[in-house]
């Protein structure tokens, strides 16, 4: 009984050290495959070796397998590339923002707001100024803010120098920043900025 219990520890003890054994590209041995390699083909793990672990597990048995390359596509791929030329868009299907930083007067001939005038925008818009830009900028944006009061020299939305800027030129600024004005891009997406530019609109002309 106790030599049975010995053996299976020894056993045990003597595969656990072979695992053990991974190193560059070679994984170790895996007691389990099926835990490890799914059925279906993977999307982006690529084992193209069809004889791979066939010595545990193989493409007949249903408990898994380690080939799980696509035999149907080219390289054997499970994704396929997309098309020449694709171009990534965000999740509101907007295409990147490439427009430079010191191209401001480009961003304000040629940028255009995905959003309409409504309601829902501009309150969305309002709430999002009051938690970015009102302690600089102050709510009515007389560049009054807690913040500003300190920082001093923030144009007046409805200056002259401010009060006829484009949306683009406003979305602009608040991606990149201006002077001394930091860039927002990295709290506010895309359509926040949108929002918030409808705002800024309406204080513009107050
Ligand atoms: C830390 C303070 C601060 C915050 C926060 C801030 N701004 Fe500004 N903003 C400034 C300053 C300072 C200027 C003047 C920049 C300059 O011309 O040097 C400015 C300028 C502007 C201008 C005028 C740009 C021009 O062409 O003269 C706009 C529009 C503007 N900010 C919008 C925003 C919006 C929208 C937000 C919120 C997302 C925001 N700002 C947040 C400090 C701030």
Redesign the pocket.
């Known amino acids: 009984m106790y030599q049975k219990l010995n053996s299976v520890i020894g056993i045990s003890i003597i595969l656990l050290l072979a695992a053990c054994g991974a190193k560059g590209d070679k994984t170790g041995y895996e007691y389990a495959p099926q835990m490890y390699h799914s059925v279906p083909y993977e999307g982006l793990s690529q084992v193209m070796d069809q004889s791979a672990g066939q010595m545990i597990s193989n493409r007949e048995d249903g408990k898994g397998e380690f080939y799980n390359s696509n035999p149907h596509n080219p390289n054997e791929m499970t994704m396929r590339l997309p098309p020449e030329y694709t171009v990534k868009r965000n999740r509101y299907g907007l295409l990147p923002y490439n427009i430079p930083k010191d191209s401001l007067e480009l961003a304000a001939r040629q940028l255009k707001s995905p959003l309409s005038n409504d309601d829902a925008v501009l309150a969305e818009g309002k709430e999002l100024?009051g938690r970015?830009?009102t302690?600089?900028?102050g709510t009515s944006g007389g560049g009054d803010g807690l913040?500003g009061q300190v920082?001093m020299?923030?144009?007046p939305?409805n200056s002259v120098?401010?009060k006829d800027?484009a949306e683009g030129?406003?979305y602009h600024?608040?991606t990149y920043g201006?002077?001394?004005?930091?860039a927002?891009a990295s709290q506010?997406d895309p359509m926040e900025r949108w929002k918030?530019v409808r705002y800024?609109q309406t204080l513009q002309q107050q």
């Open positions: 100024y970015f830009c302690h600089c900028h913040v920082y020299g923030i144009t939305y120098a401010v800027k030129h406003i600024v608040i201006k002077g001394r004005m930091q927002h506010l918030i800024v």
